[in-house]
Structures are given as structure tokens and as C-alpha cells.
């Protein structure tokens, strides 16, 4: 990318976030919601027809139209729609804008019955609730389209260091590495216990103790510190605070409570006191489960029939490669770390796995999650299979028997188990799946740490959206062949 088309980008992205353009927006689109209203009722005549005594012109809905608009902006800035608050929800959004066309729609009915003006149509007014809160709606998903799609390419992007390896820090940094389209880039953390300040987490740095934090901000260019350490150091952060802003950086503090996942907290009252009932949330108990297993069975066998000639071709072509099995089964570690066999496509010679460990030293690969480019084991149409992820395709059986999902972590092999520190073992809480946050993020360049993080995001923030979501996402990875070896 030219300077010229990123400087045009961020200049995009400015005007999408600067604090008049859209109470202007919106006051455009409300007023066009007035004229095609009255194009759907007296023209269209939609679900109920104009007699010719009723039919009216344009001009008498104008002073309506003049009332209605600053009240649905009103409306809107009281609630907080044109504050920027990154990850909040569409849904949030879209509730905000109908219960604010809502609000002023009424207020004009409540004034037709005060004033009995000659010319209204309250059906027309209804239409107008719809289409704003449509058209609105609408502008809100393309301005997180189009900021999604600039931050991918770093434009609007903040430098993050995050204080902080504990709980609290470990689940600010997966929100950030599993959500980039939120704009936040972790540089790295610093944290006074030399066993974790001192040690990198994939790609983010460990950059050691909490004094180094005025030097870091200038050296790594921070623009944004968040503090995730405990209240107990309050006075600490406060002198954190200061040295934060003092060196140029922004100040975010993240309380201790939300090192517990919002869904485990539940506000209840006595007598005007908030209190907080903090309940487990294991979101593949009960219910989800059951779920979750029912859209994986259903998937697969709708797919089945079309799956069934793939098997047979891929099947064929290995074996007119040469001898040896068509499925090869390898040892791997499951939910609750129950071991199974992993089924897929041969791509390897005969006794490859002899030469494993030889080759994952040579190449100085991360042995709990080795990923060797150009293999020398891989077979040529091995290699075909591997770039598509076609090679997988039999780890739909492991999910017809219970033993993997469409979507979770990659299940591991047991000897990459024993390498892993404690915090590791909490990627094998679910059913391991075929594809997942770390497929979509980069699969096999994501380095382990990272995907720790983001299969451990996926565990503690799992929906059927976000499952429809890695799904739909995971087709143009594979289609490409990025990441894949």
C-alpha cells in the first residue's frame, strides 16, 4: 500500500469517527425516510389504499419531519449512540436507533391528537419508524465493515501494553489477539515476576518489569497503556497512571472483577446496594451442549451425500500414488484430556512418523506445536491435500463419533501435552474441533502461545453465532491455502 492510499484511508477513518458526521448522517437519512414514507402511502398505497378526499401532498409533513429529526437526535446522544465504544454489540445499536424512532414517533402522534392538524396519516408515520431504524441500522454494519476492514490493514490501529500477566492481563490480551478488528495491537506486557515478564507470548512481547515503563512506551511507540493489576496496588497505579500519560500514552484500567468472565456476574439489589452473584460459567454444560452437538451431527450429515464422491476421488488418487493406507490414525488428546484416534487423508510417506522428531529439532520448530514447512515427508498429492485442508475431511468421522466438533481447539498429541505449562491445559477443557479461532487467525503461523489464548477465548465466550461466524470464515482460508503447510 502507497503512503498516499493509507494517508486517504486513515482520513476515511476519521471522518467515520469524528463527532459530527454521523447526528448528520442521520438527520439526511431520517428526512429521506420522511419522503419514501410518503411515497409507500400515498403512492405505493402498501397495506391500505388512499382515497382520493385523503390524498395529500408532501409539504404539510415537513414541520413533522422538522419536530421529529433534533428528537431523534436528542434521543440518540442521550443514549450514547455517538459515543465511540469499541466492541459494542450491532444488536446494542440497532436497539438504541428503534427505541429512539420509537420515542419520537410517538411524541408526533401525541401531538397530531393534541393540534388535530388536516393533514396526517399515523400508517405513514409508522413507516417512517421503519425506515429510519432500517437505514440507520444499515449505516451502523457498514461503518464496522469498512473500520474492520481498514484496522486489518493497520490504519486506526492503537499500540497496546498491557501491565499486568495475570488473570486479568492473560484475558485482556486474548480479547485483543481474538478480536483485531477492534484496533488494538498488543506490544507486549511488562509484569514485575521475572517468570512471566521476562517470557513472550507468541508474537507479544515479555518486556520485563513494571520500571521499565516510561523507556517502553517511547522505544515501542505505545499509544495506549492498560493497567490490569490488582486494587490492593492502588497507589502503584495511580503512580503508573501518571508516568503513563506523562510519557504520551493513553490510561485504560481494567478492575479486578473482570478478570471473571461478565457472564459469570449477575447484579442483584438489597435495598438500593448492588450486589454481585458470581456464578461458574461453563458455557458447554446443559443446554449448549446439546446444541452444539445437534449442529455438528446435522452439518455433517446434510453434507454427507456431496462429501461421500469427494472421499471416493481423494481415496482413489491416493492409492494410484502408491501403496500403504488411505486413512492414517494418529494418537491425540481430547476434552478433559481423554485420548482418541485422529482420522485423516494419508499425505505422508510410509513410517514418517519415525523421522518426527529428527526433523521438528533440525528445524528448530516449537515442539508443542510443530508445523514444518516444505516437509519432506509430504507426498505430492499429500501436499495438494494439506494446502486445501482436504486431508481433513475424515476428522468428520471423529465428530459423528463424539469425539471432536465442527469447531474447538486442535486437538493436540499426547507428547506435545506433556510440554505444556499448567495455563495450557485449559485449551483442553471442550471437544477439540476441525477448524477454529486460530484457523482463522493465521492457523499454522500462529505461534502456540497465541493460540492458546484464542482457544481459550473461544472456551469462555462461545455462542452458536461465534461457531457460525469461525465456520464462514474458515472457507476463504482454506479456499486460499494461507497459512497452511
Request: contains cysteine; aromatic residues 8%.
Amino acid at each position: 500500500m502507497t503512503p498516499e492510499q493509507r494517508r486517504q484511508q486513515s482520513q476515511v477513518l476519521f471522518l467515520l469517527e469524528h463527532r459530527w458526521f454521523f447526528p448528520l448522517l442521520d438527520a439526511v437519512l431520517a428526512f429521506a425516510a420522511f419522503g419514501l414514507s410518503y411515497i409507500g402511502r400515498y403512492e405505493l398505497q402498501i397495506l391500505r389504499p388512499v382515497s382520493e378526499f385523503n390524498f395529500a401532498p408532501f409539504s404539510p409533513y415537513l414541520p413533522y419531519a422538522a419536530v421529529f429529526i433534533p428528537l431523534l437526535l436528542i434521543n440518540y446522544r442521550s443514549a450514547g449512540l455517538y459515543k465511540s465504544v469499541r466492541g459494542r454489540a450491532w444488536l446494542e445499536e440497532i436497539y438504541i436507533i428503534a427505541n429512539g424512532a420509537a420515542s419520537a414517533s410517538v411524541v408526533l402522534m401525541a401531538l397530531s391528537f393534541v393540534f388535530q392538524p388536516l393533514v396526517f396519516s399515523r400508517l405513514m408515520l409508522v413507516y417512517v419508524g421503519i425506515v429510519t431504524t432500517a437505514s440507520l441500522s444499515l449505516t451502523r454494519l457498514i461503518r464496522r465493515f469498512i473500520e474492520a476492514r481498514l484496522r486489518s490493514q493497520g490504519i486506526g490501529v492503537e499500540r497496546v501494553l498491557v501491565i499486568g500477566a495475570g488473570e486479568v492481563g492473560m484475558a485482556v490480551l486474548r480479547s485483543m489477539i481474538a478480536r483485531p478488528e477492534l484496533g488494538y495491537h498488543p506490544v507486549g506486557y511488562l509484569d514485575d515476576n521475572p517468570e512471566r515478564g521476562m517470557v513472550d507470548l507468541g508474537r507479544v512481547k515479555g518486556l520485563g518489569a513494571l520500571d521499565n515503563l516510561e523507556e517502553v512506551i517511547r522505544t515501542e511507540q505505545v499509544d495506549l497503556v492498560m493497567l490490569t493489576l490488582s486494587w490492593d496496588n492502588r497507589e502503584r497505579i495511580m503512580t503508573l497512571m501518571r508516568l503513563s500519560r506523562s510519557a504520551g500514552a493513553q490510561v485504560r484500567v481494567v478492575p479486578d472483577a473482570f478478570q471473571l468472565n461478565l457472564r459469570q456476574v449477575q447484579v442483584e439489589n438489597l435495598d438500593g446496594i448492588p450486589l454481585l452473584r458470581i456464578d461458574g460459567h461453563t458455557p458447554f454444560r446443559g443446554t449448549n451442549r446439546l446444541i452444539k452437538r445437534a449442529l455438528d451431527v446435522g452439518v455433517v450429515l446434510a453434507a454427507l451425500p456431496f462429501l461421500l464422491v469427494i472421499f471416493a476421488l481423494i481415496a482413489l488418487a491416493i492409492r494410484l500414488q502408491g501403496g500403504g493406507p488411505v486413512i492414517y490414525q494418529q494418537r491425540r488428546v481430547g476434552e478433559n484430556g481423554r485420548e482418541f484416534y485422529l482420522l485423516k487423508f494419508r499425505t505422508m510417506i510410509d513410517n514418517a512418523d519415525k523421522m518426527h522428531k529428527e526433523l521438528v529439532e533440525a528445524a528448530g520448530e516449537d515442539p508443542r506445536h510443530p508445523k514444518l514447512k516444505n516437509d519432506p515427508r509430504v507426498t505430492k498429492i499429500g501436499r495438494f491435500l494439506r494446502t486445501t485442508s482436504l486431508d481433513e475431511l475424515p476428522n468428520l468421522l471423529n465428530v459423528l463419533r463424539g469425539q471432536m466438533s465442527l469447531v474447538g481447539p486442535r486437538p493436540p498429541t499426547p507428547d506435545e501435552v506433556e510440554l505444556y505449562e499448567p495455563w495450557h491445559l485449559q485449551r483442553l477443557q471442550i471437544l477439540p474441533g476441525i477448524t477454529g479461532l486460530w484457523q482463522i487467525s493465521g492457523r499454522s503461523d500462529i505461534p502456540f502461545e497465541e493460540m492458546c489464548l484464542l482457544d481459550i477465548y473461544y472456551i469462555e465466550n462461545w455462542s452458536v453465532k461465534m461457531d457460525a461466524q469461525i465456520l464462514l470464515m474458515t472457507i476463504p482460508r482454506v479456499l486460499l491455502g494461507s497459512g497452511a503447510y
